[in-house]
């Protein structure tokens, strides 16, 4: 996996965190 590729993929990560977050407060 490429570093760029996994940066990516722990952008996606934050931003679900961050809606999920939102979502149940």
């Known amino acids: ?3 760029e590729k ?3 993929l722990y952008f996606e990560h ?3 965190i961050f809606y999920l977050t939102i ?3």
């Open 23 to 25: 979502k149940f407060t």
């Open 6 to 8: 996994s940066r990516t």
């Open 1 to 3: 996996m490429s570093y």
């Open 14 to 16: 934050k931003l679900n």
